[in-house]
């Protein structure tokens, strides 16, 4: 079946420092891939999606590039801030489908 | 706009006991997902409805069970609760159901089981 595997956490990292949360997944088709962020206490936003291979999604400085070759999907950011401490969520969607299935979670914080 | 609304915010059950949780989708929304969260994993799909059918069931036991209104809220029903069922329960609503429109989540209810 679908899967999604994420790096494994929690990531601490100092402000300003450059971020990787890896993802990979399983599927077959072509599926819409997805980054969700879950900060303190609260529901599920989406952050950023990539709907066909080689797309970037981007949103709040950070980026993730639909790699079919590798079937990944790495969260990117060039230099975080201390609100970036959330908990990150990698999904994939298969097409025509409206279940999103998860990987495990990556917490990550972000010291000033 | 409002987003999506879900009630109650937390609760406590015994095991054995009933419970039922409530979701407003976005206004225009007509499908609705329902999540489970247990404590350090991603979610898990259990039931997605849309236009008041159930289109799509999770790998959950019959003790779950959901329904949608004509107003395209819904609520998750589980009987005989376990240990196990202690979770953050979420709602995600969508606009239409052709695989590509954002599913937009609430802020969960959080269910646990004594």
């Known amino acids: 079946g679908d899967s999604v595997t994420q790096m494994e956490g929690p990531v601490t990292l100092s402000e300003e420092a450059f971020l990787t949360i890896n993802c990979t997944y399983t599927a077959t088709g072509y599926p819409s891939l997805f980054w969700y962020v879950q900060y303190p206490g609260e529901g599920l936003q989406l952050l950023l999606k990539a709907t066909k291979a080689d797309d970037k999604g981007s949103n709040k400085g950070f980026e993730a590039t639909y790699r079919k070759e590798t079937t990944s999907f790495h969260l990117e950011k060039g230099s975080v801030q201390v609100s970036d401490s959330a908990v990150y969520f990698c999904?994939?969607?298969?097409?025509?489908?409206?279940?999103?299935?998860f990987g495990q979670g990556t917490r990550l914080t972000i010291n000033p | 706009d409002a987003g999506v609304t879900q009630s109650p915010t937390h609760l406590i059950k015994t095991r054995g006991q009933q419970v039922t949780l409530r979701c407003s989708p976005i206004s225009g929304h007509k499908s609705v997902s329902w999540y489970q969260q247990v404590l350090g994993q991603g979610p898990q799909f259990i039931f997605q409805?849309?236009?008041?059918?159930?289109?799509g069931r999770g790998n959950f036991p019959d003790r779950f069970s959901a329904r949608q209104f004509p107003n395209y809220s819904s609520e998750l029903n589980v009987n005989a609760l376990l240990l196990g069922d202690s979770a953050l329960y979420l709602c995600a609503s969508s606009a239409i159901t052709t695989g590509e429109e954002t599913q937009y989540f609430g802020p969960g209810t959080r269910l646990l089981v004594l």
């Open positions: 409805y849309y236009e008041k059918e159930e289109r």
């Open positions: 999904a994939l969607r298969r097409q025509g489908a409206q279940k999103l299935v």
